[in-house]
């Protein structure tokens, strides 16, 4: 079997997975749609600044609970089942994979709900859909190799947070620039270079998580 | 004689940058005054640091296809001590920020850039006393430290460079050697660099060695 087949079917088994139980999807959805609408109540309206600040903070902790989960769902012994049969690289691949879908039909979501009931006029909404994405497929890549880490680690909450919060810091940083761009609705030139940079820390991610993974996972 | 000459060197060298950073004239600039004095002291501390942390990424590496304990010994008391020139990076860098931009933390690129890669070293150190095991605790640190090595050098050298950013070289401020050094300056400025890196390199020496004499007791026992 190839790479390319065993992450494949990988995936497909992550998404049966959370098709058969609808747990996790189910339960994220809820926590971001009952997030915007606390906001909402609370807020009423906001200056522009704050929300966007508000929406990379929704974003963040929903990322965050969703990826948590990613190693810990699996016992021990079905990780040295899976250890048996296929690559590492493909373990790790397959993970991000499926976190980066999962985040980009949540993010979706997140978006479009928060900004049906959370009005704010956006200058340039394809370019902020655009950071939006870019932004979670971020999240995703860092996140997964992250709670790979803290779940070798005994898997306590705080370690995830102490191990990823450095590295997704930057990222809001690039993250809010761009899309405060979008929401003024700027020349799109301007931000060819924060997307740029963006796309660079994903692929320095991914190859450093290829990289690194195979040495977490023989254990 | 052989194998220490470099240490006595280092020592030599420091002493020299900071007699003569202190007595030697230096151009008189507005705004900067006798504060360019700092640019000896400031930027060595820097450059000792990223030092060390690349040589505690190169021994992260070296365990990982080694499994060597002596590597990770290496490579988590580099760490230590490329802390302690952080810190001193940072305390050197405020105070001059005092005097030259009225605030010792203004809101700038580069300023948070190296608190958040500061935090990711502590995150480091805060990993390795969470996990018990030796061989599991050296294994797992180095992967994170390799993995947080290219997200600090991003922090501290691309973002700034991207953004605005008030600090000499950043954000289309030119360098302090650009323009201000003149060649006095330069003679104090080069050899202080490569003096703080010596003693850097010397102290985690010592600090490697001294956690071997301990490891060495602690299984005799």
């Known amino acids: 079997m190839n790479l390319l087949k ?6 497909q088994k992550e998404i049966t997975l959370e098709w058969r139980s609808k747990y996790a999807l189910n339960g994220i959805l809820l926590y971001v749609i009952s997030t915007v609408f606390v906001c909402y109540q609370a807020f009423k309206s906001v200056h522009p600044i704050i929300w966007n600040a508000l929406f990379w903070i929704i974003m963040l902790f929903a990322a965050i609970n969703a990826i948590t989960k990613s190693f810990v769902q699996e016992s021990r012994g079905r990780q040295l089942y899976y250890y048996s049969l296929v690559s590492a690289k493909a373990v790790i691949l397959s993970k991000i994979i499926y976190n980066v879908l999962l985040m980009l039909l949540l993010s979706a979501v997140a978006f479009f709900v928060y900004s049906t009931i959370f009005k704010n006029k956006l200058g340039d909404p394809t370019l902020y859909f655009i950071t ?9 890549t860092v996140l997964t190799m992250v709670s790979g880490i803290s779940a070798k680690a005994g898997n306590n909450g705080t370690l995830m947070a ?5 590295v997704i810091i930057p990222l809001l940083i690039v993250l809010i620039k761009l899309s405060k761009n979008a929401m003024d609705g700027l020349d799109r030139s301007i931000s060819y270079n924060e997307i740029t940079v963006l796309l660079a ?3 320095i991610v991914i190859t450093v998580s290829l990289l690194l993974f195979p040495y977490i996972w023989r254990d | 004689m052989k194998s220490y000459w470099w240490k006595i060197l280092g020592a030599f060298i420091v002493l020299y940058s900071v007699i003569a950073g202190f007595l030697l004239p230096v151009p008189e600039l507005p705004i900067l005054h006798e504060t360019i004095r700092n640019t000896y002291f400031h930027i ?3 450059f000792a640091m990223i030092l060390l942390y690349l040589v505690s990424v190169v021994y992260s590496i070296k365990y990982l296809s080694s499994g060597n304990m002596r590597h990770d010994l290496l490579a988590v008391e580099s760490v230590n001590v490329g802390i302690i020139f952080c810190a001193f990076g940072l305390i050197t860098g405020m105070l001059w920020a005092n005097v030259t931009w009225g605030e010792p933390w203004p809101n700038d690129p580069k300023l948070n850039g190296s608190a958040i890669a500061t935090l990711m ?8 006393n969470a996990l018990d095991e030796e061989q599991k605790r050296a294994k797992i640190s180095a992967i994170y430290n390799i993995f947080a090595f290219p997200v600090m050098v991003v922090l501290l050298f691309i973002l700034p460079r991207l953004t605005d950013s008030l600090h000499p070289g950043n954000g289309g401020n030119p360098a302090f050697s650009n323009l201000d050094m003149d060649g006095l300056m330069r003679a104090v400025f080069y050899p ?9 390199i010397w102290i985690m020496t010592l600090r490697y060695r001294y956690r071997l004499l301990e490891r060495d007791e602690d299984t005799l026992i």
């Not at chain 1, 939006?132 to 995703?140: I, P, T, Y």
């Not at chain 1, 102490?162 to 450095?166: A, C, K, N, R, T």
Request: proline fraction near 5%; charged fraction near 0%.
């Open chain 2, 121 to 128: 070293y502590l995150a480091y150190l805060v990993l390795r």
């Open chain 2, 192 to 200: 202080a660099i490569i003096g703080w890196m010596l003693i850097g």
């Open chain 1, 201 to 203: 820390i994903n692929l």
């Open chain 1, 132 to 140: 939006v994405m870019l932004g979670n497929l971020s999240f995703a």
């Open chain 1, 162 to 166: 102490i191990l990823s919060f450095p």
């Open chain 1, 6 to 11: 065993q992450v494949s079917l990988l995936v």
């Open chain 2, 44 to 46: 060595p501390m820097w």
